[in-house]
T-cell receptor, first 111, second 115 residues
Framework: KQEVTQIPAALSVPEGENLVLNCSFT??????LQWFRQDPGKGLTSLLL?????REQTSGRLNASLDKSSGRSTLYIAASQPGDSATYLC??????????FGTGTRLQVFP | DAGVIQSPRHEVTEMGQEVTLRCKPI?????LFWYRQTMMRGLELLIY????????DSGMPEDRFSAKMPNASFSTLKIQPSEPRDSAVYFC?????????????FGPGTRLTVT
């Protein structure tokens, strides 16, 4: 059974720091992996999607990497800003349909 | 496109009442998913449809839960009778096969409180 874990569960950093959020999954047979952002009381916003054949994806200050063989993905946020404060969720897609979500990392960036 | 639309955004009901949550997926998307989010269990998939047909309902917690998709632009999740432990945020999401990325787009959610 696929399990997805995110470390750390919470993170508090000063503005301007570069940071890394970690996601690990137990079964390397995945179709793709998605990173989402969730603001308090809101829905999920897709940030990046990495296909199983890809190693990384970039969008602005965000960079996500995927190492399928080791069951790991990282989300790198450069030059963090208070507006980045949110919960970040990773989710693996085992076979083109349903997503299995991690437990999330709650990020706070303070001025 | 307006994105995935869910209604109502908030629902407060008493135990034993029937609750119906509604979802309109992104036009043209052929997959529709219902998720539930709680502090204890995180985000869980309840059921999903492909071309209006239920594919996997193994996540539906009990027979009190049912979901339908009568057409490509509308789906409902019904709880009858509702219980306090059903209190959660329910999300609907959709995706498009043709892009081959299967990226899921989420609605804003319905916050359900059962007293």
């Amino acid at each position: 059974k696929q399990e997805v874990t995110q470390i750390p569960a919470a993170l508090s950093v000063p503005e301007g720091e570069n940071l890394v959020l970690n996601c690990s999954f137990t079964d390397s047979a995945i179709y793709n992996l998605q990173w989402f952002r969730q603001d308090p009381g809101k829905g999920l916003t897709s940030l990046l999607l990495i296909q199983s054949s890809q190693r990384e994806q970039t969008s602005g200050r965000l960079n996500a990497s995927l190492d399928k063989s080791s069951g790991r993905s990282t989300l790198y946020i450069a030059a963090s800003q208070p507006g980045d404060s949110a919960t970040y969720l990773c989710a693996v897609n085992p076979d083109t349909d349903k997503l299995i979500f991690g437990t999330g990392t709650r990020l706070q960036v303070f001025p | 496109d307006a994105g995935v639309i869910q209604s109502p955004r908030h629902e407060v009901t008493e135990m034993g009442q029937e609750v119906t949550l509604r979802c309109k997926p992104i036009s043209g998307h052929d997959y529709l998913f219902w998720y539930r989010q709680t502090m204890m269990r995180g985000l869980e998939l309840l059921i999903y449809f492909n071309n209006n047909v239920p594919i996997d309902d193994s996540g539906m917690p009990e027979d009190r839960f049912s979901a339908k998709m009568p057409n490509a632009s509308f789906s409902t999740l019904k709880i009858q009778p509702s219980e306090p432990r059903d209190s959660a945020v329910y999300f609907c999401a959709s995706s498009l096969t043709a892009t081959s990325s299967y990226e899921q787009y989420f609605g804003p959610g319905t916050r359900l409180t059962v007293t």
